[in-house]
């Protein structure tokens, strides 16, 4: 794999391999702690300057240090399934000693129709409101100010495949670097091509997984090719552009990550530069914005998250109606959970990706009890938290922690429902802004 210094166009790997370039970005605007982040290959680096604000990493790095600081979650009930455990994040506000927060809830949405019918003036603003309000604001504010550039490391590696590579061979090098994405590139166009990710691998699986003849010999096509049985992810943005028009395309897009593409120059050709995430830019905003201790308001009262037709699964579910489930459904994990509906564990699209790796596609037979035993050891469990806990909390969570996505349950562990960074930033980007002068 070949080097390239940052503002090098970011060229096409060869045939059947994949590229990594080394981008150095010595700018003293842009210099930031490093964490090795397996969504896109960023790995950690020496330490360099501090810059004015606050890096995530750097955060992560003092907060480890604390005595009795552990990066995952505190003590929950023991997982029954194999490979994860159920544990609420220990610095999650403790529920509070009042009734149930849905029924609560659905009181309040009650008596706000009963007012509608009667043509009653609207209730005031609460001074909890308006702090709510002026947390969101300064978010976005903070967002339109700053760039992609800001958020990336000193020092990373990008590993970026040519449309050409073949799919044992591009699965194989993702599993090797630890990352479940990666950026794809046109040799013969020479220009950004899309990005690839876990879910294209997903959906090859199940499309190929219906046709077993052409299945077998799904190792022997090309990522543009197998790919192709669903369109792959072309949005991507440049990196001198606000984050804020970041997150807008993303929530356009309904995708996860995107990649930062600028122009050459001279060439006048695409150069890929690196690849952003929700985490990435929610942990950001979470070292970087103090006003974010200001969203007090519970889960119970926001229009956020998902609790109607919440997909789940058993410990004996096959493992190809849970990817069925995720492709349908469009969503990264689904949670397993007992008779009673009591939470063990999530089963995520990356699990998949263990599943398959080496080519090897006999574990999909397999049921998620005996997939979940193939996790990694230093899988950290899951994150919970209940409808009384706040945005201001969870956003310590993802401060502290490597969260994508938190289990709402109740106060035996029933889950209630599912909150997802993509449902995050949608709310922080969205509500109220029409209010706004």
């Known amino acids: 794999m070949s080097e ?16 990594a370039t080394e981008q150095q970005e010595q700018d003293q605007e842009h210099k ?11 790995e950690r680096q020496p330490e360099g300057e501090v810059p004015q604000e606050k890096q995530p990493e750097q955060e992560e790095q003092q907060l480890q240090q604390q005595p009795g600081h552990q990066a995952s979650t505190s003590n929950g009930p023991v997982a029954l399934g194999p ?50 309000a002026e947390g969101l604001r300064a978010i976005r504010e903070f967002l339109k100010i700053r760039t992609s550039y800001d958020i990336l490391p000193l020092s990373f590696r990008l590993i970026v495949f040519d449309t050409s590579v073949l799919v044992k061979k591009s699965l194989s090098i993702l599993l090797q670097n630890g990352i479940v994405s990666a950026p794809l590139w046109d040799s013969e166009s020479s220009a950004f091509a899309g990005l690839l990710t876990t879910f294209d691998y997903i959906n090859v699986i199940q499309y190929y997984w219906q046709n077993p003849d052409a299945f077998k010999e799904i ?41 930062l593409v600028a122009t050459d120059d001279e060439t006048n050709r695409d150069m890929i530069i690196s690849v952003v995430t929700q985490y990435r830019i929610l942990k950001f905003v979470a070292v970087n914005v103090k006003e974010t201790q200001m969203l007090r308001k519970p889960l119970s009262s926001l229009n956020l998250g998902t609790y109607d037709d919440v997909a789940s699964a058993h410990m004996d579910t096959p493992v190809m109606d849970v990817i069925h489930m995720l ?5 990264s994990s689904v949670p397993i959970v007992d008779k009673e509906g009591v939470v063990l564990n999530v089963f995520e699209a990356v699990d998949v990706i263990t599943l398959i790796k080496g080519g090897i596609y006999d574990d999909l037979s397999l049921n998620i009890g005996d997939a979940l035993l193939k996790r990694s050891e230093e899988f950290a469990g ?5 409808l009384d806990d706040r945005l201001e909390t969870i956003f ?33 980007l969205l509500e109220g802004e029409g209010d706004e002068p």
Do not use: W
């Not at 390239?4 to 590229?19: F, I």
């Not at 930031?32 to 960023?42: I, K, L, S, T, V």
């Not at 009734?99 to 005031?124: F, K, M, N, Y």
């Not at 969570?397 to 449902?423: F, N, P």
């Open 4 to 19: 390239v210094a940052a503002g090098e166009a970011a060229g096409p790997a060869t045939n059947d391999t994949s590229q």
């Open 32 to 42: 930031h702690a490093q964490e090795q982040d397996p969504e896109h290959g960023h």
């Open 83 to 132: 490979g994860g455990f159920v544990a609420p994040s220990s610095y999650l506000r403790a529920r509070t000693p009042s009734g149930s927060a849905v029924q609560t809830q659905r009181h309040i949405q009650e008596q706000g129709t009963e007012l509608e019918q009667l043509h009653l003036p609207p209730q005031p603003v609460s001074a909890l409101d308006r702090e709510q």
């Open 219 to 259: 190792d022997k096509f090309q990522v543009e090719k197998a790919i192709g049985v669903d369109p792959i992810e072309t949005v991507s943005i440049h990196p001198d552009k606000p984050l804020y028009e970041a997150c807008r395309r993303m929530l356009v897009s309904r995708a996860r990550r995107i990649p």
């Open 327 to 331: 492709v349908k459904k469009g969503i």
């Open 382 to 386: 899951i994150y919970t938290c209940s």
């Open 396 to 428: 310590d969570t993802i401060r502290k922690s490597r969260v994508h996505r938190l289990v709402i349950i109740d106060e035996e562990y029933h889950l209630k429902g599912v909150l997802t960074l993509s449902d995050i930033l949608e709310y922080i």
